[in-house]
């Protein structure tokens, strides 16, 4: 019975080690909750939160194209030529404009390489809020990345919001071969945005 009992006991504690180690792999490449220090302190909950500056006004690209932009240092002296010009990260950025040097800020949200993300399709044909994707920012001291940005959580905002493949699918990837860039524009954009659980939306 007292060995029976001790098969019984290492075999659980074998299933909860192994679901364990399932669930940690699982999360390996992920980078939710990432907050590196930044070469200058900057407060996401100052800047959009207190102050109301809109986010495109750093993220110029966000409505343009894939990526969303890092600010030129130079940006931040539009009104730090003027405001807080003694503090000692202001000091940092007027350095390295007058160096030519642009501040290193480090990427935060991370998705793999191999995977197609267009920011300015998200935020004009779709309409997605930054927030959506990037959390609160405007209450973030030190931004962080909020969500995991794992391909089953895109998915998931693809299904939840009606954006799945279409019946026309094969017209669909005719659209991209009909394009000079192999990427659709104009009525095609809006047609294939529609294809959001197809592979090839993000993997092409």
Same mark, same amino acid.
């Given at each position: 019975?007292?060995?029976? $009992?001790?098969?019984?006991?290492?075999?659980?504690? &074998?299933?909860?080690?192994?679901?364990?180690?399932?669930?940690?792999?699982?999360? $390996?490449?992920?980078?939710?909750?990432?907050?590196? @220090?930044?070469?200058?302190? =900057?407060?996401?909950?100052?800047?959009?939160?207190? $102050?109301?500056?809109?986010?495109?006004?750093?993220?110029?690209?966000? @409505? %343009?194209?894939?990526?969303?932009?890092? !600010? !030129?240092?130079? &940006?931040?002296?539009?009104?730090?030529?003027?405001? $807080?010009?003694?503090? !000692?990260?202001?000091?940092?950025?007027? %350095?390295?404009?007058?160096?030519?040097?642009?501040?290193? +800020?480090? %990427?935060?949200?991370?998705?793999? @390489? =191999?995977?197609? =993300?267009?920011?300015?399709?998200?935020?004009?044909?779709?309409?997605?809020?930054?927030?959506? /994707?990037?959390?609160?920012?405007?209450?973030?001291?030190?931004?962080?990345?909020?969500?995991? &940005?794992?391909?089953? +959580?895109?998915?998931? /905002?693809?299904? @939840?919001?009606?954006?799945?493949?279409?019946?026309?699918?094969?017209?669909?990837?005719?659209?991209?071969?009909?394009?000079?860039?192999?990427? !659709?524009?104009?009525?095609? &954009?809006?047609?294939?945005?529609?294809?959001?659980?197809?592979?090839?939306?993000?993997?092409?």
């Amino acid at each position: 019975m007292k060995k029976l $009992l001790g098969a019984f006991v290492a075999l659980v504690a &074998l299933g909860v080690f192994s679901t364990f180690i399932v669930v940690q792999a699982r999360h $390996l490449g992920f980078n939710q909750g990432y907050a590196p @220090d930044q070469p200058v302190a =900057f407060s996401h909950k100052k800047h959009a939160g207190d $102050l109301k500056i809109d986010c495109q006004y750093c993220h110029f690209g966000a @409505d %343009k194209g894939r990526h969303a932009g890092v !600010p !030129p240092t130079q &940006l931040c002296l539009n009104c730090h030529d003027k405001v $807080l010009t003694n503090s !000692p990260e202001i000091k940092k950025i007027q %350095k390295a404009v007058d160096s030519g040097e642009n501040i290193q +800020w480090l %990427k935060v949200n991370h998705y793999p @390489d =191999f995977a197609y =993300f267009n920011h300015s399709q998200h935020v004009n044909v779709a309409g997605v809020s930054c927030q959506k /994707c990037h959390g609160e920012v405007e209450k973030m001291d030190i931004y962080k990345q909020q969500e995991k &940005l794992s391909m089953g +959580w895109c998915i998931n /905002c693809h299904r @939840d919001n009606g954006i799945a493949t279409p019946d026309d699918h094969d017209e669909m990837i005719k659209s991209y071969k009909d394009t000079a860039e192999g990427y !659709p524009s104009g009525a095609n &954009l809006r047609k294939s945005f529609r294809a959001g659980t197809d592979c090839s939306k993000c993997h092409y």
